[in-house]
């Protein structure tokens, strides 16, 4: 069983940081890649950034990039999203997500395996 936990939520203002964090286990836990979504009230999962395991190759939905930073820790297991200049629109719970092999549809939560719990992001104008 492979689980995926998130924390580094939290309330902050408009232009504020925060650093989330996701912590993956399992006796045989393997992914190509993980990502980060997010998921405001009343709206769609949408895809925000993601990170491969063996190469570190990012991508970033338009709307975080330069603003947003994925990161890896192979030896811990572990990804990270550092959020700066956050904006009330980055209001929304942040999942955590694993994809074991690569089909193609990235920025599709199809493409992905297992999920985190979630993490609440508010961000206060």
């Known amino acids: 069983q492979v689980q995926l936990v998130e924390s580094g939520g939290g309330l902050v203002q408009a232009g504020g940081s925060l650093r989330l964090s996701c912590v993956a286990s399992?006796?045989?836990?393997?992914?190509?890649?993980m990502a980060w979504f997010r998921q405001a009230p009343g709206k769609e999962r949408e895809f925000v950034a993601r990170i491969t395991w063996r190469t570190g190759a990012t991508t970033y939905a338009d709307s975080v990039k330069g603003r947003f930073t994925i990161s890896r820790d192979n030896a811990e297991n572990t990804v990270y999203l550092q959020m700066n200049s956050l904006k009330p629109e980055d209001t929304a719970v942040y999942y955590c997500?694993?994809?074991?092999?690569?089909?193609?549809?990235?920025?599709?939560?199809?493409?992905?395996?297992?999920w985190g719990q979630g993490t609440q992001v508010t961000v206060s104008s």
């Open positions: 997500a694993a994809d074991r092999i690569y089909s193609g549809s990235i920025y599709s939560t199809y493409e992905y395996d297992y």
């Open positions: 399992g006796r045989t836990f393997s992914a190509y890649a």
